[in-house]
């Protein structure tokens, strides 16, 4: 996998201080809480996914004490990152899509003008 790749490369002198520095941030952060082991599991799930984090982690371009304090959906590939922002804009485009189309039908022309539909029935519907 990419993470054994890593570790097996240039970085092998260097992953058991970064290992001991993300160890000692993450007790600093959470303090051992329930905090403490989801994100510990968050890390080594998201680590391990992540090559371009791992890297980044171990040429110290990401602190431990960032790394730390990351969420979930900063931990995630670029490749998920990016899937994940086009569903969110698709879901987006459809909200507006089906809001304006809502707005549309509340309108009735009328001799060429506009009218809103509620004020026509009135405030109690009739």
Known sequence: SGEQEALAGPWAGVVPAVSAA?????HEEHEEGSGY??????LCANIGRNPSLLSKLLSGELSTARLVRMAQHELAPDDLKEMRAVARQRSFDQAVAQRAGEEERRFVSRNGSMVELERERGEDGE
């Open 22 to 26: 993300v160890e000692a941030a993450l």
């Open 37 to 42: 082991g989801k994100q510990l599991r968050l």
